[in-house]
């Protein structure tokens, strides 16, 4: 056995060598399939490909459908200008939209367009972002029920706490473990009768996702 074993230790250097590869390839694969999902793929080859038009038509459709990547992806695309013209209203739109959702990437491109945009054309721009993230969670968009109660928490100006706390109380009640902290801290600020319509509101909205 003992001969086997040493008249073979090449063969089972090499099968070893072949199986540790393959593990790490499996793990490679699954950490880029968590960091870019199919359809980003599909459009960072077509602006490889120089199909621009398509690229970025494709890259609308994913930003409205709350990708968080292609939001960040379509908002640096509109800051410079190099692919399509300049529009700063509507890359601060998606940049703010992927910050919410924790894309903290977004941060550099909103100080930047800090300069060119007024407060009240940034007021416009988060009226606007609320409206469609409302939408997309009365729709059961997971991810923007925790993004709008983030916006009333910390995005606007005075905060909207009442509305940040049905939001979250929201997130807590669809499973999302993480809103549960936020929760039960906005819960401690709110007086009797805020708390009150906070919790009524809630219980609406709640009814109406689960329509």
Do not use: C
């Amino acid at each position: 056995m003992i001969s086997f074993l040493k008249s073979n230790v090449k063969l089972i250097e090499h099968l070893i060598s072949i199986i540790s590869i393959i593990l790490l390839v499996i793990g490679s694969s699954s950490s880029i399939a968590q960091d870019k999902n199919i359809d980003m793929i599909v459009i960072y080859k077509l602006l490889q490909e120089k199909k621009f038009k398509k690229g970025i038509q494709k890259l609308e459709v994913l930003s409205k459908n709350n990708n968080l990547q292609a939001q960040l992806l379509i908002s640096k695309i509109l800051y410079t200008g190099d692919l399509t013209p300049q529009d700063f209203e509507n890359s601060y739109f998606w940049a703010s939209s992927a910050l919410l959702g924790g894309l903290k990437k977004s941060q550099k491109i909103l100080k930047q367009l800090d300069d060119y945009l007024t407060d009240e054309q940034i007021n416009k721009i988060k009226e606007k972002l609320r409206t469609f993230l409302e939408k997309k969670a009365i729709d059961n968009d997971k991810r923007a029920i925790v993004q709008i109660a983030k916006l009333y928490e910390n995005y606007i100006d005075p905060p909207d706490m009442i509305n940040a706390y049905t939001w979250y109380n929201i997130a807590v009640a669809k499973g999302i473990k993480s809103a549960k902290t936020k929760r039960d801290e906005i819960l401690n600020e709110l007086n009797e009768k805020d708390l009150l319509e906070a919790q009524s509101l809630s219980i609406k909205l709640f009814k109406q996702i689960n329509n």
